[in-house]
DNA sequence: ATGGTCGTTGCATACATCGCAACGTGCCTG
DNA sequence: CAGGCACGTTGCGATGTATGCAACGACCAT
């Protein structure tokens, strides 16, 4: 709508390629170069930008600080945190809350037993969509023709011999998600891991959410999995509760 | 320098406050509703904002997944991590990576052995910079001239008694983390914390990030932690010669 | 019903942005 | 060492674009 701006976080997603110099971007998004070289300079008095010592740019500080301060907004995970945490504690699996936003899914929480140290390299990341247990929950709850325009429009990567395969399964796997009220991801995504999925509620009963429990199989098998179900919904149940504001914030009686 | 990209900019910072609707946008921008209407839909099509079930804007996914990529285009944080694992590992306690980057000291890695859920909630977020041995060794490594003029304009919050007071203060710090080659933080941002620090340096010998072990009083002393000084030297240095080249990537012989 | 608030649209004007061309600087080459 | 090349930078005039206005529509509360 706004050619100028347009055109300035355009170069966002180019630097986030790796670093580039004021000639490159100038060439991929089409403008002359002093042209680039003036939004380059806005962006980096915000501190989008960053010009490091050999002149090119990369990606700025400033965005840590936004991406931060974005998920602090966000009551939902502030909430959810300690059930995570709890759950974690009685099954010691992997935990994640997801939520749904512009027709991406991704993970807001994380809370991972064994391997704590690699936590930030997912949070945050888009979720693989399509087979993701928590994006079937979340995506199951859209009105019925943006759930298809949306199944339409996706991308079915085979991950595995077991992903989602095109639109029509895709489909049908959000109805079923939609009746159980809870989801799986079956070796969809890793050929190994699999994960159990219950939607996170709102006061009006739109699914605001989504958590799961992940295990590779060498620990348990899916089987096992399964059996945590009742307590994850549990988990999840309690979210919403405490979310929508029916259950109001005791101290664990 | 670019107007229009600068009015939306502005926009970001103000959304991380907390979500705001079209009028409040507009007012602190001091600009036409119709303007902040025009702008605020151009950072929703690039997903940098959320327009959220009440209509109300705030920070959208796109900056997690931005700033996601930042991190990943840092090499040195890829080619530190393994190292600070292990220096985890050996101590046991809280071990920090931080860099400088437009008068803010921000960590970009933390590896922590006792409460590894809360991880995300620094990583990323500027460093108490007047404190901080990380920010000590990172700022000690600049032209004198410059670092005399980031002295002045710094404030000096007295998180304890500890605290460093004033820039002459802060100026005398610097240098001696210039001579040893090494700091501490005793106490100076929270009473019972004490750090110790050791830069990495580049091929050329300039300072291109900082590492630091932390932990609390209550676990060990402030002698004691300084006697973990060499190890945290040799970390660092093994850092410096693995990202200057000097160290060609050998597995661990 | 009705006044008020809030988001949205079309439009004419003013102004900010754009591309051009020229300059400066550093680097490599002949 | 001179010359050429590549790159970032600056000033400027023409054009296109962003701006604020005013009017509309939806919604809520009184």
Redesign the pocket.
Known sequence: ???????ALSILPLLAEGPA???QV?DRL??????A???LRTLHQHGLVYRQSD??YRLGARLFALAQEAMDNLDIREIAHPHLVRLNEQCGHTVHLAVHEENEVLYIDKVESRYPVRMYSRIGRPVAITVAAVAKLLLADLPEPERRALAQKLDYPLYTARSTPNAAAFLRELEKARHQGWATDLGGHEESINCVAAPVRGADGRVVAAMSVSAPNVVVTADELLTLLPLVRRTADAISGEYSGRTPVEESV
Chains 1, 2 share one sequence.
């Open positions: 709508m706004s050619q100028t701006v347009d055109r110099d004021l000639g100038a089409g403008v002359h170069k002093s042209t070289l003036r939004l002149q090119r």
